[in-house]
């Protein structure tokens, strides 16, 4: 087992980590940027390490710094967290150079599964259900239009070095593919460096539906069962839970075992996320394939009871995963709120100092969170400031228990996107689990002009 | 960024007597800083900006040529007080050395007096010694870090005065 991991993150994950480090008897560094001298991960690490300045690029995102910051004290793993550098092959493959653990997958799978078109093709040959499309990046426009003729519309081109919505344009017009075409690629090439981009059958309002998975160096592979992430702006979920309203149990087993084959067949090791999309005939379609611990990790922590992040530590140490798939079971329903730093209504960012901060507790509550009363939210990295998970013993208890426990919440000096849930949670839709990756639309579209003439007209 | 504005910002720095001004956008990146003129407050645990970033190239492993970089350095001393002393801080995380390998004689000693690039100290970083070097004319006052010992970025290594 290790004796001491360093966090190569900041904020809620990387007091996750240290959490289950404590318990695990682990000694921890943070490392930190200069904005984040005073935050908790830094004071509740047993050492910490300043790396850079407050800009991500020459800190969190600096493999030299966080690397060198290993060497000087003695880490022997590294802990990437989410987002960051945690789905940088490069870091893996720094830190297995240098003898340090990387506590993910292998810099290989890392690279096969973050390439989209190549884990689309790896996922197919495993058999598991994926979007028809371009196999491969589409490099002409005549290839373009015989795609789009072949899948029928609508269609999407996707970047295939991509991801977070850009290099993306939906075509419901043969018109517009060679045009759309072009811009995606040139958008592509100037987000990721890279200008390809494929083709894929476009669904129309989907449920975002991802199912967990963990993996040892045993070969031993289970799945957690799935989350339901429908409820995104501009693909950044806002709130997650499980199990899925739109998920059978049949459907469940049948596409978890595929998701499982599939992860054995790209020898998947540690933890990661299948993501895929939910059409209203109970079809799935792959997405694609996060290899590392997600955000929303604690709502299949709630329903399973199994500590993915300690599971994540005792693999990466050469442990075998402390159950079988036999045994994992699902209790109850959890839902998760993240709670950003930001406007309600108009999104805008809001960082500051916050001045009162309570959250409740009580049956079912969980709130994994860095921030506190005089802590500062600064404008440097992303606005999520908490993370509020409820469980309940079926949906309609977990709805009513997630807004009390909004309701009971206090934060002052910043804004936060609690009215905002609030209002998804209470929206008729959402109790009735009407959920598709559209739902959000209503609220963007509700944003009237102040000016009554304006409203008056026709 | 047109002339008028790089004037604008000059003439914002001097009326809201800022030490310090640090705009980067569209790859364009512009600093200005006030020396003398205001006095501001010797502060040795300030987080200067550094000039100069070592940073190993992401590509490279082992080590290779010494890398050169500047080390920052922090405000300087109300200017009333005859001494103006500048303290250089760690643009990197690593181990700190006084000396170019073991057993060879320091770099600099405390009193010796400095020339503006003269190699100060060396950083390993990832295999890779990172040569700071010395912005100002002036003289070694103090050593804040012992040989061998792990520095973090923006640590203090160096006091020199340049008067």
């Known amino acids: 087992m290790f004796k001491k991991i360093l966090i190569a993150n900041r904020g809620e994950i990387a007091l996750r980590i240290i959490c289950a480090c404590r318990e695990l008897g682990i000694k921890t560094v943070a490392v930190y940027s200069e904005a984040d001298e005073n935050s908790l991960h830094v004071r509740f690490a047993d050492e910490d390490v300043c790396i850079g300045p407050p800009r991500s690029t020459d800190s969190y995102l600096s493999v ?20 960051f550098l945690s789905e940088s092959a490069y870091l893996a493959e720094v830190c297995e150079a240098c003898h340090i653990k990387f506590i993910g997958p292998s810099p290989n799978v890392i690279r096969l599964l973050g390439d989209k078109a190549r884990a689309r093709r790896a996922m197919r040959k495993a058999g598991v259900p994926i979007l ?182 005792r693999v990466a140490a050469g442990e075998r995963l402390s159950f079988k798939q036999g045994d994992v079971t699902f209790t109850g329903h959890a839902i998760e709120c993240r709670v950003n730093a930001e406007d309600p209504e108009t999104f805008a960012p809001s960082p500051g100092v916050i001045h009162a901060f309570s959250v409740p507790g009580g049956p079912g509550v969980r709130v994994d969170t860095f921030a506190h009363s005089e802590c500062t939210v600064s404008p440097y990295y992303d606005s999520m400031i908490a993370k509020i998970i409820v469980h309940g013993r079926d949906r309609q208890e977990a709805i009513a228990r997630m807004r009390r426990t909004l309701e009971m919440t206090v934060i002052e000096g910043i804004k936060t996107s609690i009215p905002l849930h609030l209002k998804i949670i209470a929206d008729p839709d959402f109790v009735a689990g009407r959920l598709s990756t559209a739902f959000m639309e209503r609220y963007i579209v509700e944003k009237k002009p102040s000016t009554g003439s304006l409203a008056e007209t026709a | 960024m047109e002339f008028s504005d790089i004037e604008r910002i000059l003439a914002l720095v001097k009326e809201h007597d800022l030490a310090e001004f640090e705009l980067e956008r569209e790859g364009l990146k512009i600093r200005v800083r006030k020396s003398g003129g205001v006095p501001t407050m010797f502060h040795a645990a300030s987080p200067a900006l550094p000039l100069l970033q070592a940073t190993a190239a992401p590509q490279a492993l082992p080590a290779a040529a010494p890398a050169a970089a500047a080390g920052p350095v922090g405000p300087r001393l109300d200017e009333e007080e005859s001494l103006e002393l500048a303290v250089v801080k760690s643009p990197i995380v690593g181990t700190f050395y006084r000396s170019p390998e073991p057993g060879a004689a320091s770099f600099v ?55």
């Open chain 1, 64 to 83: 030299p710094a966080i690397i060198s910051a290993a060497e000087i004290t003695g880490a022997d793993a590294i802990h990437p967290g989410y987002g």
């Open chain 1, 132 to 313: 028809p499309g371009s196999e491969g990046p589409v490099d002409s426009e005549e290839k373009a239009l015989k795609v789009a003729k072949d899948l029928g519309l609508p269609v999407i081109i996707k970047a295939v070095a991509g991801g977070g919505g850009r290099g993306m344009r939906v075509i419901r017009d043969m018109k517009e593919l060679s045009k759309a075409l072009k811009t995606a690629q040139r958008e592509a090439e100037a987000a990721f460096g890279v200008g390809d981009v494929y083709i894929e059958k476009y669904v129309e309002n989907p449920r975002h539906i991802e199912f967990q998975v963990l993996g040892d160096h045993h070969g031993a592979v289970v799945h957690l069962g799935e989350r339901e992430c429908s409820i995104q702006r501009r693909h950044q979920k806002l709130l997650e839970e499980g199990p899925s309203v739109a998920v059978t149990e049949k459907m469940r087993r049948k596409l978890g075992g595929a998701v499982v084959d599939a992860a054995r067949a790209v020898q998947y090791t540690n933890a990661g996320t299948f993501e895929f999309l939910l059409d209203d005939k109970q079809n799935f379609y792959f997405l694609e394939v996060n290899t590392r611990v997600q955000v929303e990790h604690p709502v299949t922590e709630f329903i399973t009871g199994v500590d993915i992040v300690k599971e994540q530590i």
């Open chain 2, 109 to 163: 000693e405390v009193g010796q007096r400095v020339k503006k690039d003269q190699v100060l100290c060396i950083i390993e970083a990832m295999k890779l010694m990172n040569e700071i070097t010395s912005e100002y004319d002036g003289e070694i006052v103090t050593a804040y870090v012992e040989n061998g010992k792990p520095v973090q970025y923006g640590e203090r290594l160096f006091a020199i005065r340049t008067a």
